[in-house]
């Protein structure tokens, strides 16, 4: 499985660190050694809709294998708050850099 | 406008990118279980209209029959609308206001809202004043949990309106 993915941004929960139009790369071995921490930008499946994708940053760990997230714009954004935590495997990867 | 930029949007003709999106559907975040109360409300009052309407005896004339009925339609297809309104307004609280935290807190909304549901379609398919009052207690009980998960303490008051019934009001400081 080749490491570096990459998405194209859509909407602004995560406005100023990603901007609609914006590309990331995911690193999908990130999270192979060492689990996630507090504050990492994280693409995820949608908890509700399995076939999108979801970026949040993660908000807390609340055990071994689940994360919570949550956008940075707390009045426009959809995440843990309604759907829950979500289990580490529905993590696809570390946003590893943005291009703009 | 970096060279990375160009190369991934170059990729994207070749392979176009999965999308991540930031979120999606607008939680606009402005709930309110007054509506689902007002409509209960309006079931109870066409409920009582029906009960209180003066059936056409044997001797009516065809104006008096003609009459009837007007009314009485007028009435029930009120209550169709305002039973739908009212059960419409239960679930976009319990789907999009509602969160599993709430849940935990206040196990009983479950049923609540099942509650809710079922007597407004009893009381759309029948004209039953016992489904009316069932769908407004459990309006009323689903909007006392409302203000509650908003920080806001209620009062039960007599409403308003013909229908006079008990209704959870929240206590704005």
């Keep these: 499985m080749f ?26 071995w990130a999270y192979k050694f060492r689990p996630p921490v507090k504050g990492d930008l994280v693409v995820v ?13 993660v908000s807390d760990l609340p055990d071994a294998t689940q994360i919570r997230v949550a956008g940075d714009n707390a009045d426009r954004s959809r995440d843990s708050r309604s759907f829950g935590p979500i289990p ?13 | 406008m970096s060279l990375l930029y160009l190369l991934a949007r170059w990729l994207d003709r070749i ?9 999606c559907d607008i939680p606009c975040g402005i709930y309110d279980p007054h509506h689902a109360q007002l409509a209960a409300h309006t079931v109870v009052r066409m409920v009582d209209l029906i009960n209180q309407l003066e059936k056409p005896g044997a001797s009516s004339t065809p104006e008096q029959r ?25 679930r976009i ?25 079922k007597s407004g379609s009893k009381a759309r ?3 039953s004043l016992q489904a009316a009052e069932d769908l407004l207690k459990a309006t009323n009980d689903i909007a006392s949990i409302f203000w509650k998960t908003k920080g806001f303490e209620t009062i039960t008051a007599k409403a308003p309106y013909p229908t006079e019934r008990l209704t959870v009001y929240p206590k704005f400081k």
Excluded at chain 1, 45 to 57: A, G, S
Excluded at chain 2, 66 to 90: F, G, P
Aim: aromatic letters at 10%.
């Design chain 2, 66 to 90: 003609q009459e009837y009925t007007n009314k009485l339609t007028r009435y029930i297809a009120t209550k169709e609308q305002h039973s739908e309104i009212a059960k419409n307004e239960v």
């Design chain 2, 15 to 23: 392979s176009p990118a999965p999308i991540a999106y930031a979120h």
């Design chain 1, 45 to 57: 499946r949608d908890p509700e809709t399995p076939e999108r994708f979801l970026v949040k940053r």
């Design chain 1, 3 to 28: 490491p570096l993915r990459r998405f194209r941004i859509e909407d602004d929960s995560m406005r100023p660190v990603l901007e609609p139009g914006d590309y990331v790369l995911v690193n999908r």
């Design chain 2, 93 to 117: 609280l319990w789907g999009d206001y509602f969160k599993p935290e709430h849940v935990k807190t206040f196990p009983e909304l479950h049923e609540l809202v099942w509650k809710a549901l």
């Design chain 1, 88 to 100: 580490l495997r529905e993590i696809v990867g570390k946003v590893w850099i943005r291009l703009r």
């Design chain 2, 125 to 127: 398919q029948e004209i």
